[in-house]
């Protein structure tokens, strides 16, 4: 599939305008020193996406290392094989504008791909990633060994779904399933890239066997943080102009203790 690609180094739109630098003080001789605070971790964050005149544009940003950042970029390692209109695409390989196949039997356009690194010396949740062994889930669930993020979403049916809760589907995190055995936690002990992909309308990617949830910030998002998060949230998408446009969530969301719970 050919399509067209330009760099976006001169497309991208700012965030915000940067201050004039201060001039510097000088402390007098008798000033007491001041203890200097750490600033906030930061991590590098790489995006594609697809521009309403079909070209594809990327851009790398930094942005803060916590787990709402960091979730939008980080469900599926390098080497995860994803089903799409043209065959069986590995995600590093993926772009904006190719077609995947949804659970649902849709055919959904890739709009945004993002991508971060994983570093085994980090200590936070970020550098471990979580392994789902093959069958783990049933028959084909996956067909091969899968690795995931630990923010990572699956969509779960379940006949105790629609007994407890009235419905057929939701997405549950995948660290809710960790058992040591057939699910594992796992420290890579190599750099590791992770993706996650936004699609045209939310829904499950087809990965080994296994429904792994697109990309969507949650219903609500933008009326639990800071609004200045946002803003730096919403820079890192820059084919939307408002978190809204990210569309109704496919199914419900379940808690790990919601998970846990419903599975003893």
């Known amino acids: 599939m050919n399509l067209p690609h330009r760099t976006a180094a001169a497309a991208l739109r700012p965030t915000e305008t940067e201050p004039p630098l201060p001039r510097p003080l000088r402390a007098s001789p008798n000033a007491p020193k001041r203890a200097l605070r750490a600033s906030a971790m930061t991590r590098r964050y790489a995006a594609w996406w697809l521009e309403a005149n079909g070209f594809i544009e990327e851009t790398s940003r930094v942005a803060p290392a916590i787990p709402l950042f960091e979730e939008a970029f980080s469900a599926l390692a390098r080497g995860a094989v994803i089903a799409t209109e043209e065959g069986p695409v590995s995600v590093e390989d993926l772009v904006p504008g190719m077609r995947v196949l949804t659970a649902d039997e849709r055919v959904e356009t890739v709009t945004w791909k993002?991508?971060?690194?994983?570093?085994?010396?980090?200590?936070?949740?970020?550098?471990?990633?979580?392994?789902?062994?093959?069958?783990?889930?049933?028959?084909?669930?996956?067909?091969?060994?899968?690795?995931?993020g630990p923010h990572a979403r699956i969509c779960l049916r379940d006949a105790r779904l629609r007994g407890r809760l009235g419905i057929e589907a939701a997405y549950a995190p995948i660290a809710a399933f960790v058992d040591g055995v057939s699910v594992i936690e796992v420290t890579p002990i190599s750099p590791v890239s992770a993706y996650h992909l936004v699609l045209e309308q939310h829904g499950s990617l087809k990965v080994g066997g296994m429904e792994v949830e697109s990309f969507h910030p949650g219903e609500g998002f933008e009326r639990m943080i800071d609004p200045r998060m946002v803003e730096l949230f919403l820079a890192l998408f820059p084919q939307m102009d408002k978190l809204r446009e990210f569309g109704p969530l496919a199914a419900p969301r379940l808690t790990r203790f919601e998970v846990e719970e419903m599975l003893i």
């Open 114 to 148: 993002g991508s971060m690194t994983m570093f085994p010396a980090a200590k936070d949740v970020a550098a471990r990633m979580i392994r789902v062994t093959a069958e783990a889930f049933g028959h084909g669930r996956p067909s091969q060994d899968l690795v995931l």
